[in-house]
């Protein structure tokens, strides 16, 4: 089944300590993309990718990093996460940067800082 | 700066009924809209794509239309079940913005049984 994996689903951390959420997708994509979803500001883009060792920032890139050393994953690092970066965040792959044949979603990670 | 704007933000309505969903854009040059659909605390899927060439795209109770030149796209469900309960999001693309995503804040559905 062709998808967006992202791991893990559910996640409480506390303040300072590393984490990284994978992101993989099997479809052979070129173009990942990381956003969170936030109670009255909607979804925005923290980072995306177009292809392979090509990354750049989205809109609310602080506190984040992200790497592509493979077509088929995308983490999302926060190397010392704060309780502002407690949000819902998703992984999305399109075959190409401009999306013309859509944008497939992971389901989520949900993640807290306290 | 591209803004999407969903009307109304909530809508309830009894099964069976045929409704129309809103999204507008104030930016007209998009490359494409994209309607999807997020169960509560669930991730996106992807229902309809339409490109910016097109003027609407269907799938089976659902249809999708695009009018560009006046920034403004419907999604109208026909005969609407209670498992079509969700919130209803738009998002369009722009040219050469990395394929950003620009979502309105979406239109929460419930359908009544």
């Known amino acids: ?114 | 700066k591209q803004e999407v704007t969903q009307i109304p933000a909530a809508l309830s309505v009894p099964e069976g009924e045929n409704l129309v969903l809103n999204c507008s854009f104030t930016d007209s040059a998009i490359y494409n809209l994209q309607w999807f659909r997020q169960d509560p605390g669930k991730g996106l899927t992807s229902l309809l794509l339409i490109q910016s060439s097109q003027r609407e795209q269907t799938s089976g109770r659902l249809n999708a239309s695009l009018d560009k030149s006046s920034g403004r796209s419907t999604l109208y469900i026909a005969a609407s079940q209670p498992g079509d309960s969700a919130t209803y999001l738009c998002a369009v693309t722009l040219y050469n913005q990395g394929g950003k995503l620009i979502f309105g804040q979406g239109t929460e559905l419930s359908v009544k049984p």
């Not at chain 1, 173009?31 to 292809?51: A, T, V």
Request: charged fraction near 20%; glycine fraction near 8%; aromatic fraction near 12%.
């Open chain 1, 1 to 114: 089944e062709a998808q967006v994996t992202q791991n893990p689903r559910y996640l409480i951390t506390v303040t300072g300590k590393k984490l990284t959420v994978t992101c993989s997708q099997n479809m052979n994509h070129e173009y990942m993309s990381w956003y969170r979803q936030d109670p009255g500001l909607g979804l925005r883009q923290i980072y995306y990718s177009m292809n392979v060792e090509v990354t750049d920032k989205g809109d609310v890139p602080e506190g984040y990093k992200v790497s592509r050393k493979e077509k088929r994953n995308f983490p999302l690092i926060l190397e010392s996460p704060s309780p502002n970066q407690t949000s819902l965040y998703f992984c999305a792959s399109s075959l190409s940067g401009q999306g013309w044949n859509g944008y497939t979603f992971g389901s989520g990670t949900r993640l807290t800082v306290v």
